[in-house]
Structure formats: C-alpha cells, structure tokens
C-alpha cells in the first residue's frame, strides 16, 4: 500500500489538495516497465546537467553536485540497492527524487527546460538504439552457425519443395543459405531503424519547446545522436521509431518461425531429415519414445506475439492528437517485451542450428522420390533432341505416368519403356536423372550446385568474418 506520506511529496503535488486514490496510481505507475530504462535515464540526465551549466542556466557547483550524485545513483543500480518506489509514478521521478535524497536542493534544479514527455522519449531512443544493437548481434550469430552447418553440407542432396511437393532436387546447403540471406535483410532493416532514430528529441521540453537558452546541439551530441530533432511537436509524440523498429522484428520472427517450421517437419519420423539434439529436444511425460521440438515450436508462437506488439502498438498511436498523450506510456511495455522475445527466439534458433544433426540418406532417399527430375528430363530433350520445351514437358509427363505405372523412379525406369514414347532416347539419358546430376547442374548464379553453394558459403564465411578453410 502506498505510504501517505511520501504520496504528499508527489513531484506534480502542488496544486492538488488531495492524494491520488490507489487504484489511479496502480494505473498510473509504470516504475515497474520502465525501470529498465535507468542507465539511459541517468545518462539523459548527465547530459542535460552539463548543458544547463555550459549554458550558464545553472551554476557549475549545482552541476558538479547532479553529477556527483547521479553517480552514487548509478552505484547503487549496479549494487542492486537502488530504490524503485512505486508511489514516485516512473523512472524518470524516481531518479530525480533519489538525486534529491543525495545532493538536496541542487537536485531541484536538474529538471529545468525539459518535461517527462522529452525526457521519456529520449530515454527510450537511447534504450531502443542499444536493443536494435543485440538484435542484430543475436542474427549475426544465428547466421554464423547455419554458415558453418552450410559448409558441411553444400553437396547434401534434399527434396526442394513447392507446395510442399517434391519438386526438384536442391542441396541442404542452398536451403540453409537462404535463411542467411534473409536475417541479412533483416539485419538491415534494424540498422536502419537505428541509424533513423538516432536524433535527439531531448530539449523539446513538454511540446513546445523552452524559453531557456539550451544548447540542444551539445546534448545530442553527447548522448551519440546524430542531430536534434527538428520540429519539437514532433520530438516528444513521434513512435515510429519503435513501430519501425517492431516492425523489424516482427518480419524477422517471422524468418525465424518458417526455420522453426522446418525444423518441426524434418525432425518427425516422417521426414526423418533432422534430429535435433538431446539439448535442443524435450520428451513427453507419457510417451517414452517422443523427441519433441518444443523450441521451435514455441519460436514458431512467438512470431506471432512480436507481429502483435507491432500491431499494439499502432493502435495506440494511430488516433493520438498531438502532441504526448498518456497512451504512449505503454509503447515500453510492448517494445520492451518484443525485444525479450526476439532475443529469446534467435539464441534458441542458434542453439538448435549449432547442435542439429542431418541424416543424409533420408534426405537423399526422399529427394528420389516424386519424379523429382522430370525437369531433367525435360531440358535434356530440349537440349538433345531440340525439341520446343513445351513439347519436351509433355513428352516427359507421359514418361512419368509410365514411371508411376511401373512403380519405378524415373532414374530406375528401362530405358526400353521410354522409348516406347521417345524412340529417340539412348542410355544417355540417365546422366541427368540422378537427383546429384541434377542439383549439380544447376550452376546458374544462385542455384543450387554444390560448386555454386560453396562459393556462397566462401563468401558468407568473409563477410561474417569465420575461418575460410574450404574443402
Ligand atoms: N512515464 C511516462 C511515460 O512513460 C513519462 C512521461 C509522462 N509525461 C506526462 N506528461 N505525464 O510516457
């Protein structure tokens, strides 16, 4: 229960006669998201201090004193014995009520020419820049383990698939590259939400901005900005740089859960491509021979719950008249939570991929099933015969319905029953109806030849900076 007490020293107490009833500071309070914003709060502060007293609107002794006890502050965080109090609302007051506590009186002065609503936002793109930054590095890793597991496999054979038919033979390593490929995107896009939100919105004050002689300049410098924000309607309701940064995560746990999905199919007796590693695998409490892939199961859930903070988010800001609104207090929350999540997903993902085992067989076996290269098959009649490939697409349906007929694969098909329908066919024709002469020859820029896959895995393996041995 809030103390009464310390309720009569609300910071905005002035001109209100009575306490705040329980229930609206329950509502009200959000120390207990917001406390994970304390180093930038403090670091807001810091900077903040210095201007006013470069800028002569407070003296070098008050400055001196902020900064001294911002460091007792920042003591007593990394101690663990810093004080979040409830009934002080969020972590910008308590920080500011704490330095009081410390320093008295001078801490009075700190808040001068600047409001919460600069103040939170500020805070938050500092938070925001240094989870974008995690992110990334989690990816970066995800995408140096499926390099490596590409490297051992760019001549594996698998069954590549369209809707979710066997369609033609590609190599588990080309199918692993992809997914680098795509956290590479991914990447990109965070970089660039980081590199757009990198201006300060610090000095925009409440909304309007400040009658004080600040130097905006100076503390965005100081906090690693690029700029001050422009426009300081702007500064203090802007979100779109969490939106952006949400909608980053949002895709990428997307790429994320279609790996997991994967990694769902092939690790079931059916497939029997994978099997994920005891670490990486849990059992069931009844049934004693089950593996479950509960990660990525649970990777695959998550997706949907980042895509949902995005989505949360915008509602919140989409009917928001300028300019701060009580709303966006809960942009932390959901940002906050997408970000714990996503990190969560791509450190697991990582784990699966590093300790994954892949059965070459199965994926081979499978890969010969389904006609899997009556493209071959076609193309060689295009490329030998000169037939119009139309005509070839035919020719060699009707030759997979003999196949069918026969119980046979194509690449165990006699040759005589082909040329019940393409008299012209010699024993030639079974160099291309392997499933490896057929993921062999498709060398184009981007196929799925081992010879082109290894040259992908080459130069992933510089790009992220891992040891290019290369058989
Ligand atoms: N805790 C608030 C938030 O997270 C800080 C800003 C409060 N500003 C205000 N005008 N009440 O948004």
């Known amino acids: 229960m809030a103390d009464k007490q ?20 329950s509502i009200n309070a959000s120390i207990d998201v917001d406390k994970r914003m304390v180093l930038q709060d403090v670091a807001g502060s810091r900077a903040h201090a210095d201007m006013l007293a470069e800028c002569e609107i407070i003296s070098a002794e008050d400055n001196e004193a902020i900064q001294g006890g911002l460091d007792q502050i920042l003591t ?12 002080l609302e969020d972590i910008h007051m308590n920080v500011e009520a704490r330095l009081k506590e410390i320093i008295g009186e001078p801490a009075g002065r700190l808040h001068t020419a600047r409001s919460r609503n600069d103040q939170v936002v500020t805070d938050f793109r500092l938070w925001t820049r240094g989870a974008l930054g995690e992110a990334q590095a989690g990816m970066r890793a995800l995408q140096k383990a499926l390099v490596a597991r590409a490297g051992e496999v760019t001549d594996a054979v698998m069954p590549g698939f369209t809707h979710l038919q066997t369609a033609q033979p590609v190599t588990l390593g080309h199918h692993l590259l992809a997914y680098v490929e795509m956290i590479e995107r991914d990447n ?23 009658g004080f002689p600040i130097d905006r300049d100076m503390t965005a410098e100081a906090l690693g900005f690029d700029r001050p924000m422009g426009n300081s309607l702007d500064a203090v309701s802007a979100r779109d740089f969490a939106l952006e940064a949400l909608s980053a995560l949002a895709i990428a746990a997307t790429h994320l859960s279609r790996l997991a999905e994967e990694i769902v199919l092939w690790s079931s007796a059916q497939f ?14 009844i049934m004693p021979q089950k593996r479950n892939p509960d990660a990525a199961e649970l990777i695959r859930a998550k997706a949907s719950l980042i895509a949902g903070q995005f989505a949360s988010l915008q509602g919140a800001v989409k009917a928001l008249p300028l300019a ?15 970000f714990d999540t996503f990190g969560l997903s791509v450190k697991a993902m990582t784990g699966m991929i590093e300790t994954i ?65 393409e008299p012209r066919l010699t024993e030639d024709v079974f160099s ?39 058989a």
């Open 272 to 285: 029997n491509f994978a099997r994920l590693s005891d670490e990486w695998s849990t059992g069931s409490s």
């Open 324 to 338: 701060y609104a009580k709303d966006l207090q809960d942009d932390k929350r959901l940002t906050f939570e997408a």
């Open 6 to 25: 310390t309720q009569g020293q609300q910071m905005w107490g002035g001109r209100f006669a009575a306490q705040p009833s329980d229930i609206m500071q």
């Open 188 to 210: 990109g896009r965070c970089a660039d939400a980081a590199q757009r939100l990198n201006e300060s919105p610090l000095g925009a004050a409440a909304l309007a901005g400040t």
């Open 432 to 470: 291309v109806l392997s499933v490896e002469a057929s993921a062999a020859s498709r060398q184009s820029y981007g196929g799925t030849s081992p010879v082109r896959v290894g040259e992908q895995v080459d130069q992933w393996k510089q790009r992220l900076g891992l040891e290019t041995d290369t």
């Open 76 to 87: 007593e965080v990394a101690a663990g014995t810093f004080p979040y109090r409830v009934e």
């Open 357 to 421: 085992s892949f059965n070459r067989e199965a994926m081979r076996a499978a890969a010969a099933k389904g006609f899997s290269t009556a493209t071959d098959l076609a193309d060689y009649l295009v490329r030998e015969l000169k037939m119009p490939f139309r005509d070839a697409h035919h020719v060699t349906g009707r030759i997979v319905a003999a196949a069918e007929a026969e119980g046979a694969e194509l690449e165990a098909l006699p040759l005589q029953s082909m040329q019940a329908i």
